[in-house]
């Protein structure tokens, strides 16, 4: 039997984009659509064209492969033409595959916030979609406030929804914009809607103020909607919009919609959410929901006890879905199986290659499990997981050492009289034997640092010039006295390769370095840079032993 198809549509570069703290650049807008794309979701609401600069130049050209990259913005004012509203030229010119426009279907909002007649209204969601169709978009209308005004005023409610939808709507989505609205209610009113528009043009956007944006999304795939609008991890203003984090495993893994709907979203696509989850969660610079749905570091946690005994029998005994399912993974200490599983196709997926009897691969679980505890977040960084990896199985060359470093803060009162900072920075290399002081100046010790190092690395400098440091994140963890510190480094090169490396410390300019020199070898390795002969510069063992960086004192 074919399944129906359900529309996945994400909102967070949009709706997400309303929550206090989070102010997505233009890099982090293009990352994240790639992210969203390749995932597999259908839609990519990427914000308002013509509303801001940013928004205008991200709309400049298309930014999805897959995805229908969708811009969104007002239906033209009253009383205006088509041809004269700025707003809505800005979208036609928008370099998008569909058009989401939103519109008023609560007779109150029409009335006090627009201040026009419910006639206007209409004429003026009917020559929106009509100008988005005849510049061949696909067009979607976003019913603002429709489950509020429909308990008002439901003619006027549906009105608003039929006019779009016999306009040329290819989704009538129903907007639940306050977010007070519960799941029986809304499976009510679907269904009625359903009864005037096909299902299969039926969107449901959900907020969260009751908790329940989940549980009204899939009410309303049951009482026959067919899209679902969300945001990654549940942003969004207020209490956020409907996680499609918890959404898309719950349509995939439960027999009552996984039977019965195609997402357009396979299981290999599945098994990234929990990286998914988050890598989004690093970039906005937020400690990931431990006890988050299906991909929280805890969401298969089992502490010892009768619990842990009988999954290791049998895991489904405690798991309402296997966690691999998502990429996320059972925590039990009952048994290093589940993890070395996990490491192995980790090392399968980065293409390295080690033989499963060696003991070398239980002693690195071993340490990534003894790093973890002091704070490493590897599902985080990549690229030091894979350098880390690949390290102990002994396929990193010693490309060059780092002998010492120092960096130094001062403030004092320049010529003129200001107080200023000043930050310098002194790397000690050696490469093929050769020794380079390299001295920087920086606007903190970190950027002293990072400059000095990078400044001259000899025969590898031509390799690293194009390096970026793109973005720097530091938390720090347990608090109070015995805190320590982890920096979180992404880096960029010309070719558009991004990569994450960590570090962490009790010092602060430690772990930035650690991470800073793992963005470098990481870049070498990358390039398959030769390593400069080892023959000529004997390094001492101790530098040399074990899986370090070759930084005394710094890597343990
Ligand atoms: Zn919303």
Not at 60 to 69: C, D, Y
Not at 235 to 242: D, K, L, Q, T
């Given at each position: 039997m074919s399944k129906e198809r359900l529309y996945l549509y994400d909102t967070t570069l949009r709706d997400g984009?309303?929550?206090?703290g989070v102010d997505f650049t233009l890099a982090d807008k293009l990352l994240i659509a790639g992210l969203l794309d390749e995932f597999g979701l259908a839609y990519v609401e990427g914000g308002y064209p013509g509303a801001n600069p940013q928004d205008t130049e991200f709309f400049?050209?298309?930014?999805?492969?897959?995805?229908?990259?969708t811009a969104f913005g007002m239906v033209k004012r009253a009383g205006v033409s088509v041809s004269n509203d700025p707003g809505l030229n800005a979208l036609l010119s928008a370099d998008a595959d569909a058009i989401c426009f939103v519109g008023k279907a609560s007779d109150y909002h029409v009335k006090v916030?627009?201040?026009?007649?419910n006639e206007e209204n209409l004429d003026s969601i009917r020559d929106s979609v009509t100008a988005a169709k005849n510049a061949g978009r696909e067009v979607l209308l976003d019913c603002e406030h429709f489950f509020d005004g429909w308990k008002s005023n439901p003619d006027y409610a549906l009105a608003v929804a039929k006019s779009a939808y016999e306009a040329g709507c290819r989704w009538v989505v129903l907007c639940d914009?306050?977010?007070?609205?519960?799941p029986d209610e809304v499976a009510d009113i679907v269904a009625t809607v359903a009864k005037s528009i096909p299902g299969d043009h039926i969107g449901i956007h959900a907020h969260n103020d009751t908790d329940q944006a989940v549980a009204v999304s899939l009410a309303a795939i049951r009482a026959g909607a067919r899209q679902i609008q969300g945001t990654l991890n549940g942003?969004?203003?207020?209490?956020?919009?409907?996680n499609l984090v918890a959404i898309i495993p719950t349509l995939l893994l439960k027999p009552a919609y996984a039977d019965r709907?195609?997402?357009?979203?396979?299981a290999d696509q599945l098994g990234g959410l929990t990286i998914l989850s988050r890598r989004f969660d690093e970039l906005l610079n937020r400690v990931p929901d431990?006890?988050?749905?299906?991909?929280?570091?805890?969401?298969f946690a089992t502490k010892a006890g009768i619990h842990a005994s009988a999954l290791a029998k049998d895991s489904r005994t405690y798991e309402h879905v296997p966690p691999e399912a998502i990429g996320n993974r059972r925590r039990v200490f009952v048994s290093d199986q589940a993890g070395k599983s996990n490491l192995t196709s980790e090392l399968d997926r980065m293409a390295i290659a080690y033989d499963r009897a060696d003991q070398r691969v239980d002693s690195l679980l071993a340490e990534l499990k003894r790093r973890e505890a002091k704070g490493y977040a590897y599902e985080s960084a990549d690229a030091s997981f894979e350098l880390l990896a690949r390290r102990w199985l002994g396929?990193?060359?010693?490309y060059f050492t780092v002998d010492s470093f120092h960096a130094a803060v001062e403030r004092r009162h320049n010529a003129k009289g200001q107080l200023v900072s000043v930050s310098e920075a002194v790397v000690k290399t050696v490469v093929a034997g050769k020794t380079f002081h390299n001295v920087a100046e920086g606007n903190g010790p970190v950027n002293a640092l990072d400059r000095a190092l990078r400044k001259d690395l000899g025969v590898y400098q031509e390799i690293i010039e194009?390096?970026?440091?793109?973005d720097y994140k530091v938390r720090i963890l347990?608090?109070?006295?015995e805190a320590v510190t982890r920096v979180l480094i992404e880096s960029a090169d010309a070719g558009g390769d991004r990569w994450l490396t960590i570090g962490v410390s009790e010092n602060i300019v430690d772990a930035s370095f650690e991470a800073l020199l793992d963005a470098i070898i990481f870049k070498l390795v990358k390039a398959e840079a030769i390593p400069a002969s080892e023959a000529a510069s004997p390094q001492p063992a101790s530098v040399r032993?074990?899986?370090?960086?070759?930084v005394k004192g710094l890597v343990t």
């Open positions: 984009a309303q929550t206090p400049q050209r298309r930014r999805t492969r897959k995805a229908s990259f916030a627009l201040g026009v007649s914009t306050n977010g007070g609205t519960l942003i969004g203003e207020r209490c956020g919009n409907a709907f195609d997402t357009g979203i396979g431990r006890q988050a749905a299906y991909v929280g570091a805890s969401a396929k990193v060359p010693t194009d390096l970026e440091l793109v347990n608090g109070g006295s032993s074990g899986g370090n960086l070759g």
